[in-house]
T-cell receptor, first 109, second 113 residues
Framework: GQNIDQPTEMTATEGAIVQINCTYQ??????LFWYQQHAGEAPTFLSY??LDGLEEKGRFSSFLSRSKGYSYLLLKELQMKDSASYLC??????????WGAGTKLIIKP | IAGITQAPTSQILAAGRRMTLRCTQD?????MYWYRQDLGLGLRLIHY???????GKGEVPDGYSVSRANTDDFPLTLASAVPSQTSVYFC????????????FGDGTRLSIL
């Protein structure tokens, strides 16, 4: 069946680095998205991976291993504004998205 | 400012009533989507439309209907609301091609009593 697993909640310290993991089992694979969602707001696009490896975009990087059904989002130099939920979503073979429940990231001073 | 507009922002509705959630985008995106987001669950697709004049069912379509008369508008209708439809509803759009990121509206918070 289809399944996307992410930790429910993580806590990190301002200025530190945090890695948010996502594992998936889906019907086919055409890519993976990471989105950020602040409380009470809409999800916003962060990154897209379709090939194995690391994609870097400023303080945020996303990694994909297709053979392992695994991705992570790496956030560096954490800022208080990074407190949000981070959603992993997989594009299935029919090009529909399957979404994880999201990881709530709490940043402490 | 280009984007997606949803209305209303929030609504409290009596069970059994009919309700239409509005969604308009001005990015000329062909594909549009309706999701519901519930605590502890991922976004779940209700209905989608790949282009004006066509619609399709997502993961949780029962109790909902959509129409796509033109590129810009994609309304979602609850014919007879039930308490289990209490949720936050997000409309999204994307350019053609399944690997294009989706852009989301600000959501409609709907409570069915």
């Amino acid at each position: 069946g289809q399944n996307i697993d992410q930790p429910t909640e993580m806590t990190a310290t301002e200025g530190a680095i945090v890695q948010i993991n996502c594992t998936y089992q889906t019907s086919g694979f055409n890519g993976l998205f990471w989105y950020q969602q602040h409380a009470g707001e809409a999800p916003t696009f962060l990154s897209y991976n379709v090939l194995d490896g690391l994609e870097e975009k400023g303080r945020f990087s996303s990694f994909l291993s297709r053979s392992k059904g695994y991705s992570y989002l790496l956030l560096k130099e954490l800022q208080m504004k990074d407190s949000a939920s981070y959603l992993c979503a997989v594009i299935e073979s029919n090009y529909q998205l399957i979404w994880g429940a999201g990881t709530k990231l709490i940043i402490k001073p | 400012i280009a984007g997606i507009t949803q209305a209303p922002t929030s609504q409290i509705l009596a069970a059994g009533r009919r309700m239409t959630l509005r969604c308009t985008q001005d990015m000329r995106h062909n594909a549009m989507y309706w999701y519901r987001q519930d605590l502890g669950l991922g976004l779940r697709l209700i209905h989608y439309s790949n282009t004006a004049g066509t619609t399709g069912k997502g993961e949780v379509p029962d109790g909902y209907s959509v129409s796509r008369a033109n590129t810009d508008d994609f309304p979602l209708t609850l014919a007879s609301a039930v308490p289990s439809q209490t949720s936050v509803y997000f409309c999204a759009s994307s350019e053609e091609g399944g690997n294009q990121p989706q852009h989301f509206g600000d959501g409609t918070r709907l409570s069915i009593l």
